[in-house]
């Protein structure tokens, strides 16, 4: 069974490489998904914050793992 364990992690390792990175990702959508629909805000803008939150997730991992090395 070991190897197949070993066939499941370099397959999740193919599409995570950055866990902390994935779990952020998903948070930011859970809560603008919940979030949302309740501001008063136009659905215009509901893209632009998704851009924004991910792109600042983006720079700190990249700042992060920058820091690492």
Do not use: N
């Amino acid at each position: 069974m070991s190897w197949l364990k070993s066939i499941f992690r370099e397959i999740f390792g193919l599409f995570v490489d950055d866990g902390s990175f994935a779990i952020a990702i998903l948070v930011w959508l859970a809560l603008l998904w919940l979030a949302l629909p309740h501001l008063p805000i136009p659905a215009v803008w509901h893209g632009v914050i998704l851009f924004a939150g991910l792109i600042a997730i983006l720079i700190e991992s990249a700042l992060r793992r920058a820091r690492q090395r």
